[in-house]
């Protein structure tokens, strides 16, 4: 089945950045969109960012202008390149990505195992 992998992810100071990645398994026919969710303590998950197969993006406005997600379709990967972090981006956060995994089987979402971000004011 399609395994979508994190890595990055830690602490860091406010102000400073962090970049996420997750990649996705060799045994995939399409992605279409990827995104990021995040989920703090006591919080429901939210969305953070997506990006299409097209590279069209959009944002949570509580990441807008400091957020940036991007896509290598040749890898199958998307990165998060977190910027001027704040305490409130303590979160853990999850990549998907809605995959074929073959050319018979329909899209379905799938999630990687998630890494923790954590922000010290």
């Known amino acids: 089945q399609v395994q979508l992998v994190e890595s990055g992810g830690g602490l860091v100071q406010a102000g400073g950045s962090m970049r996420l990645s997750c990649a996705a398994s060799?045994?995939?026919?399409?992605?279409?969109?990827m995104g990021w969710y995040r989920q703090a303590p006591g919080k429901q998950r939210e969305l953070v960012a997506t990006?299409?197969?097209?590279?069209?993006?959009n944002y949570a406005d509580s990441v807008r202008d400091r957020f940036t997600i991007s896509r290598d379709n040749a890898r199958n990967s998307e990165t998060l390149q977190m910027d001027s972090l704040k305490p409130e981006d303590t979160a853990v956060y999850y990549c998907?990505?809605?995959?074929?995994?073959?050319?018979?089987?329909?899209?379905?979402?799938?999630w990687g195992q998630g890494t923790q971000v954590t922000v010290s004011s």
């Open positions: 998907y990505a809605t995959v074929r995994s073959s050319s018979l089987q329909p899209y379905r979402t799938y």
């Open positions: 060799e045994n995939i026919f399409r992605i279409n969109v």
């Open positions: 990006i299409t197969s097209n590279a069209v993006t």
